[in-house]
């Protein structure tokens, strides 16, 4: 079946790319707004696109006719960011932080979630995250009314000291155990059934035969 999404609804689209484009890693955000006033907004839009620069990219979309995510407010107006990887514990203080509140209501409160400021930016730090990576804003993508993308270059990174061998910067992601994003409603994946497979060097490579008649009908 093809589709064309020109012709689909803004909900279809989003639908069909959140069940199809599996599973994503989820950033729960943090910021300040110009008051100072707390934010945390869980995204699953979320990943890494370079290590030189390092950036992140978060991906907003509106809530309603005009309403986006205090954060995406926040982050254009200060320059600053916290993006911190969930795992299992974190879950249900993620949870909360997705609802809908105002921006008078600081998520991290409701959550119970303790924090510290960041070491090089203003965002605050959720200390129970397994990972944490202080940005500032490298670029703000407009992509209309109160929805874009943010880019954000990695100033800092804070990770459990049992997750990483410091003297090989090798971190033990099946200790870190993410828990990535699925579908509505409510879908969620664990890391636990994983599996390696090698990337293949091409002078090992044995070339496949050429089908009969390949040369014939070239």
Same mark, same amino acid.
């Given at each position: 079946?093809?589709?064309?999404?020109?012709?689909?609804?803004?909900?279809?689209?989003?639908?069909?790319?959140?069940? /199809?484009? /599996?599973?994503?890693?989820?950033?729960?955000?943090?910021?300040?707004?110009?008051?100072?006033?707390?934010?945390?907004?869980? $995204?699953? $839009?979320?990943?890494?696109?370079?290590?030189?620069?390092?950036?992140?990219?978060?991906?907003?979309?509106?809530? +309603?006719?005009?309403? +986006?995510?205090?954060?995406?407010?926040?982050?254009?107006? *200060?320059?600053?960011?916290?993006?911190?990887?969930?795992?299992?514990?974190?879950?249900?203080?993620?949870?909360?932080?997705?609802?809908? $509140?105002?921006?008078?209501?600081?998520?991290? *409160?409701?959550?119970?979630?303790? *924090?510290?400021?960041?070491?090089?930016?203003?965002?605050?730090?959720?200390?129970?995250?397994?990972?944490?990576?202080?940005?500032?804003?490298?670029?703000?993508?407009?992509?209309?009314?109160?929805?874009?993308?943010?880019? +954000?270059?990695?100033?800092?990174?804070?990770?459990?000291?049992?997750?990483?061998?410091?003297?090989?910067?090798?971190?033990?992601?099946?200790?870190?155990?993410?828990?990535?994003?699925?579908?509505?409603?409510?879908?969620?994946?664990? *890391?636990?059934?994983?599996?390696?497979?090698?990337?293949?060097?091409?002078?090992?490579?044995?070339?496949?035969?050429?089908?009969?008649?390949?040369?014939?009908?070239?």
């Amino acid at each position: 079946m093809r589709l064309d999404f020109a012709t689909l609804t803004e909900r279809d689209r989003s639908k069909l790319l959140t069940a /199809t484009v /599996t599973p994503r890693p989820i950033a729960l955000a943090t910021s300040l707004d110009a008051q100072g006033r707390r934010n945390a907004a869980p $995204f699953s $839009f979320f990943n890494c696109l370079q290590s030189t620069p390092p950036l992140l990219a978060l991906g907003f979309e509106p809530r +309603g006719p005009a309403a +986006g995510k205090d954060s995406w407010a926040n982050i254009r107006a *200060t320059g600053e960011f916290v993006v911190h990887l969930v795992d299992e514990p974190l879950l249900e203080a993620m949870n909360i932080a997705a609802m809908d $509140f105002g921006p008078e209501v600081d998520e991290l *409160t409701e959550a119970g979630l303790e *924090t510290a400021p960041g070491d090089l930016v203003a965002a605050p730090r959720i200390l129970a995250a397994p990972v944490a990576f202080e940005c500032r804003l490298f670029q703000a993508i407009e992509l209309g009314e109160a929805q874009g993308i943010a880019l +954000g270059e990695v100033v800092a990174m804070h990770i459990r000291d049992a997750l990483i061998d410091a003297e090989r910067m090798r971190v033990d992601t099946a200790a870190l155990a993410p828990v990535s994003r699925l579908h509505n409603p409510g879908w969620y994946a664990r *890391t636990t059934d994983l599996f390696q497979l090698r990337r293949l060097n091409p002078a090992d490579w044995t070339p496949r035969p050429a089908e009969a008649g390949a040369e014939k009908n070239a």
